[in-house]
Nanobody
Framework: QVQLVESGGGLVQPGGSLSLSCAASGSIVITGDMGWYSQAPGKQRELVATITRGSATTYADSVKGRFTISRDNAKNIVYLQMNSLKPEDTAVYYC???????????WGQGTQVTVSS
């Protein structure tokens, strides 16, 4: 059973920074993409950033230049460095991981990020 465990959320003032991490537990190698999604109250979950095993990245337009996604393949961990945070970044952030060959998809439990003065 694969579990994704997120950490690093919290409350930060506008313009501040937060770093999220997500670790896959169990004896498994994540062979596909990993990524972060956000869901604000009353809205659908949407893509924030993804990263392939080869470190190719994609970002939502709203976070380009502010957020950086990275991963450690040996440890099955994906990170999200969030800088210049805005109130509209407030949401629950979910980690996602995929297996390349079986197409299995795993989600984390979510971590709250609140940007407010």
């Amino acid at each position: 059973q694969v579990q994704l465990v997120e950490s690093g959320g919290g409350l930060v003032q506008p313009g501040g920074s937060l770093s999220l991490s997500c670790a896959a537990s169990g004896s498994i190698v994540i062979t596909g993409d990993m990524g972060w999604y956000s869901q604000a109250p009353g809205k659908q979950r949407e893509l924030v950033a993804t990263i392939t095993r080869g470190s190719a990245t994609t970002y939502a337009d709203s976070v380009k230049g502010r957020f950086t996604i990275s991963r450690d393949n040996a440890k099955n961990i994906v990170y999200l460095q969030m800088n210049s945070l805005k109130p509209e970044d407030t949401a629950v952030y979910y980690c996602k991981a995929e297996q390349r060959w079986t197409h299995a998809i795993y989600w984390g439990q979510g971590t709250q990020v609140t940007v407010s003065s």
